[in-house]
């Protein structure tokens, strides 16, 4: 079992700054696959970012160039470091953990990797709110 905890999330201004964070507890591996997800209301969960192999990471079209994803290893822990936000922004933010590679054919959005479903496990959520 792996368990996850979120942190940082919050309500800020566009424009802001938050940088979320992620720690990874139980039967974890550093090889692993770790990602983030959002899903605002009435929507499905999307994929905002993951590590794919190699240290190439993916991200959602409208995340580019404001959202960077980090892992420390050492810490065992995922961060979501989030620049110029906006309101459409605004959602409950998960990470979720995968046995194996991020690596994976699906795309969607421009997040191309694997996708939501074969995550293994998911953190309780962070609430991300932007206000225009």
């Known amino acids: 079992q792996v368990q996850l905890v979120e942190s940082g999330g919050g309500s800020v201004q566009a424009g802001g700054s938050l940088r979320l964070s992620c720690a990874a507890s139980g039967d974890t591996d550093s090889s692993d696959c770790m990602g983030w997800f959002r899903q605002a209301p009435g929507k499905e969960r999307e994929g905002v970012a993951s590590?794919?192999?190699?240290?190439?990471?993916t991200y959602a079209d409208s995340v580019k160039g404001r959202f960077t994803i980090s892992k420390d290893n050492a810490k065992n822990t995922l961060y979501l470091q989030m620049n110029s936000l906006k309101p459409e922004d605004t959602a409950m933010y998960y990470c979720?953990?995968?046995?194996?590679?991020?690596?994976?054919?699906?795309?969607?959005?421009?997040?191309?990797?694997?996708?939501?479903?074969?995550?293994?496990?998911w953190g309780q959520g962070a609430q991300v709110t932007v206000s225009s």
């Open positions: 979720a953990y995968k046995r194996g590679s991020c690596w994976g054919t699906y795309c969607s959005g421009g997040y191309c990797g694997a996708k939501r479903s074969e995550y293994n496990y």
């Open positions: 590590t794919l192999r190699d240290s190439r990471t």
